[in-house]
């Protein structure tokens, strides 16, 4: 996974560093304009991601001039139609799925359409269009599970909940 932009404005949430800023900037950055590009770990607790085995990078990653240029190319770019829209023939480079198409069933079309993808691209939007089964119970609650513990630090760890 490849993080999204992460952006701060000034609004509705602050970096998981809360306690130690001023006007929703570091103490000795008074005059950084807003907004401003945060990391991934200013939001999330990256090592949390690692001892889980999650796969990531951030958002600047495929900027880097050290990313194979083979790596890059080699992408498909996922959307899903709009309700009762038809769907385009899939190519290496593009697959359209219909719209509520289960999440379980994402990996399987895209890997038929290119079996050496690399990156696969997909909007928030395209997401939202998704049916968010994954398969069974089994694998939904994993997923939350995975999902809970990675999303929280350990300044909003809620004590009711186990530490996993």
């Known amino acids: 996974m490849i993080s999204a932009r992460l952006t701060y404005d000034g609004g509705h949430f602050s970096d998981r560093?809360?306690?130690f800023l001023s006007k929703c900037r570091m103490p000795f950055t008074p005059g950084?304009?807003?907004?401003?590009?945060?990391?991934?770990?200013?939001?999330?607790?990256t090592p949390r991601w690692n001892k889980k085995g999650v796969r990531y990078r951030e958002h600047t990653f495929l900027?880097?001039?050290?990313?194979?240029?083979?790596l890059k190319?080699?992408?498909?770019?996922?959307?899903?139609?709009?309700?009762?829209?038809?769907?385009?023939?899939p190519t290496a480079d593009t697959v359209e799925l219909p719209y509520g198409t289960p999440l379980s069933e994402v990996r399987a079309a895209v890997l038929?359409?290119?079996?050496?993808?690399r990156l696969v691209q997909v909007a928030n939007a395209d997401l939202r269009r998704l049916c968010r089964w994954l398969g069974s119970r089994k694998a939904a609650?994993?997923?939350?599970?995975?999902?809970r513990?990675?999303?929280r630090?350990?300044?909003?760890?809620?004590?009711?909940?186990?530490?996993?």
């Not at 900027?63 to 083979?70: E, G, M, S």
Request: some cysteine; hydrophobic content about 40%; proline content about 11%.
């Open 149 to 151: 513990y990675i999303s």
């Open 63 to 70: 900027d880097n001039p050290h990313v194979p240029a083979a």
């Open 32 to 45: 950084m304009p807003l907004p401003f590009a945060c990391p991934m770990d200013a939001l999330y607790e």
């Open 141 to 147: 609650e994993d997923f939350n599970t995975l999902t």
């Open 112 to 117: 038929k359409a290119n079996p050496g993808v």
């Open 17 to 19: 560093y809360w306690g």
């Open 153 to 164: 630090s350990r300044l909003t760890y809620d004590l009711g909940e186990a530490y996993l």
């Open 73 to 89: 190319r080699n992408r498909v770019t996922l959307t899903v139609a709009l309700p009762g829209q038809p769907v385009a023939a």
